[in-house]
């Protein structure tokens, strides 16, 4: 039986809280009680289940419930709880697992934490203490493996990325769409809501691991392939579009000269990373790594915890006016390395890509010249940006 719920008091946040569940009959009972002490603005999804789960769900008919006749996944079940919820006019809606690992009793920390942001664009994902007693080693190595990819597709840092109980601004993020269906969709979401620039961040919750009565439907070789699969594409993505687009976004946005000034004059990094970056960029900007220039270099900055956007910056380097130059110069030490005489013009490389016929001088002579294009801007720039710091103390002290 489907009832739609009229909001109690209308200042408050259009929030539900949305239940999705497969063959949890130990604990669904306790967790709807739970979340029903709070609010009674609840959606259930039924995922499918087997036990006794329906005959649970109908002891609350004045809920609304959604029942699928075969299990789905958990990603379908959050997102047909989300365009209910949308239907139903709310434009938040917190999830609470079915499992028991989660106090319902935090729910208003989700509140108090969203009426409190200036910017309602928030996606807040409870972080729990992996490191309590009781908490499965293979949870809390999962969970960390998770941030490591999260930190390098969106730049995000966060100490669990994981957990089930969540606050997603569904309003902010009914036109985003989703391509996952099983667990995989709550990395899916987090990732693409964060691309679209919606604010994503942990609160402390608690969490109660009783093996007893908590049953899992996680399949590890399985759904941590379809994750992999999944981290895999957004990394790709990352690096070939979403950092280049977001790079160029911040460029147009603030101009030439207040991109200069606050991107790489003002930052607080010191001379020593910022002169780091720009070498790291000049050296990838002149290898022979073409079409891999803008992923490398943002995966080393992020590897070696480097300013990004200077290296990014200098690693194009070898736009397309540049390139015959870079190209001709490259053969020329490759041809002294090599002790050869090989014999090529500017026109030949530029319209007959001669480069071809004498790849092995070029890979030489591009990669020496990144290297001793680094050794050169790498001095200069740390005494260029030192001179910058110690203006900008003066000024400030004075």
Known sequence: MKETVAQTNPNELPCC???????NQKTLQKVIDGVLEHTNHIIIVNDGATDNTPNIIKQYPNLNQIHFPENKGKGQA????????????????????????????????FLDTLKASENKNLLLIGSRNMNQEGVPKKSSFGNKFSNFWY???????????QSGFRLYPIGHLKNLKFYTSKFEFEIEIIVRAAWKGTVVKNIPINILYDEAERVSHFRPFKDF????????????????????????????????KRFVIEDFISQNDSPKKKALSLTLGVFIGLTPLWGLHSALVIFLSVI????????????NVSLPPFIPFIVFVSFVLG??????????NLNEITLNIEVLKHIKTYIVGSFSLATIAAIIVGPLSYLLFSGFQKKKESVVNA
């Open 17 to 23: 809280v949305i239940i999705p569940t497969y063959n």
């Open 78 to 109: 959050l997102r047909a709880g989300f365009k209910e919820a949308l239907r139903l006019g709310y434009d938040y809606a917190i999830t609470i697992d079915s499992d028991g690992q989660h106090f319902p009793e935090d729910i208003p920390v």
């Open 151 to 161: 930190k390098l597709e969106t730049g995000i840092e966060l100490q669990d990325t």
């Open 225 to 256: 392939t379809r994750i992999s699969i999944l981290n895999t594409w957004f990394v790709i993505l990352t690096f070939l579009y979403i950092k280049p687009r977001d790079f160029f976004r911040k460029l147009k946005k603030k101009g030439i």
């Open 304 to 315: 070696f915890k480097l300013n990004k956007a200077i290296a990014f910056t200098f690693s």
């Open 335 to 344: 041809n002294f390395i090599l002790g050869q005489n090989e014999t090529f």
